[in-house]
């Protein structure tokens, strides 16, 4: 009897534990809602900047990995990567680090949007916009959901 009671408490307790794992990853706001990680959110506007890709360049996105809470990306110049902390619509990134081509047509969508992640406090999501905003509650960035490739 004893042993059995034993296996009941590890199966309970590592159920626990496998279900606590996943609060990690916020669930969205409303139904239909897209969720905020493992999405791949392009990069529409920063600073109230509409964000316009040329031909040849690569479009600003950002991807919250859920496992390992890492942040992948391109700034539309360089990769970027990093990570992040997110409880309800509390959003914070981690150091970000990029690497150092130089693209004279981006540079300054590179710069605001690595300053907005820098700055980011919280994230709203209505359907498939993702708004990264400071402290304050002011708009830093907007995304729009994609499917991934």
């Known amino acids: 009897m004893r042993h059995s009671t034993a296996g009941y408490l590890l199966i309970t307790l590592m159920t626990m534990l496998l279900l606590g794992g996943c609060q990690s990853a916020p669930a969205p706001d409303r139904p239909g809602d897209m969720p905020l ?3 791949y959110w392009k990069l529409m506007s920063v600073n109230d900047q509409t964000v316009t ?20 990306g391109h700034t539309g110049c360089n990769r ?4 992040y902390t997110s409880r309800g619509h509390s959003l914070t990134f981690g150091p970000i680090t990029t690497t ?8 300054d969508t590179e710069q605001d949007l690595l300053d907005a992640l820098e700055h980011t406090a919280r994230a709203h999501i ?24």
């Open 53 to 72: 890709v040329r031909d040849g360049q690569r479009e600003p996105n950002i991807v919250l990995d859920a496992e390992g809470h890492r942040l992948r």
């Open 100 to 107: 150092r081509m130089f693209c004279a047509d981006s540079a």
């Open 126 to 149: 209505q359907q498939d916009r993702l708004t990264l905003e400071d402290a304050d509650g002011q708009p830093l960035a907007r995304f729009e959901a994609r499917l991934m490739h």
């Open 80 to 83: 970027m990567a990093g990570s």
């Open 37 to 39: 990680v493992n999405t």
